[in-house]
């Protein structure tokens, strides 16, 4: 089961606020790291890793947003 489903919490609320304290550092360190990491490739010379990196960089930014503020509200 997942996290929230499971949980004993009363309230959307709180088993959100307690699945990010369980796994929300570990999801943004990871989006952050690929962020950082995808963005070095935009100052490649080679067209196609630049553009590989603006689309590693906007995908994991964007979805880290969208997973951030928009999903918890579901």
Same mark, same amino acid.
């Given at each position: 089961? &997942? =996290? $929230?489903?499971? $949980? @004993?919490?009363?309230?959307? #609320? #709180?088993?959100? @606020?307690?699945?990010?304290?369980?796994?929300?550092?570990? +999801? +943004? $360190?990871?989006?952050?790291?690929?962020?950082? $990491?995808?963005? !070095?490739?935009?100052?490649?010379?080679? &067209?196609?890793?630049?553009?590989?990196? +603006?689309? +590693?960089?906007?995908?994991?930014?964007?979805? !880290? =947003?969208?997973?951030?503020?928009? !999903?918890? #509200? !579901?």
């Amino acid at each position: 089961y &997942h =996290l $929230s489903a499971t $949980s @004993a919490l009363d309230t959307r #609320a #709180a088993r959100v @606020a307690r699945a990010w304290r369980a796994t929300g550092s570990a +999801v +943004v $360190s990871g989006a952050l790291t690929t962020v950082f $990491s995808s963005f !070095l490739l935009v100052f490649c010379t080679i &067209h196609f890793f630049s553009t590989f990196g +603006v689309i +590693v960089c906007l995908s994991t930014a964007l979805s !880290l =947003l969208f997973t951030t503020f928009f !999903l918890p #509200a !579901l």
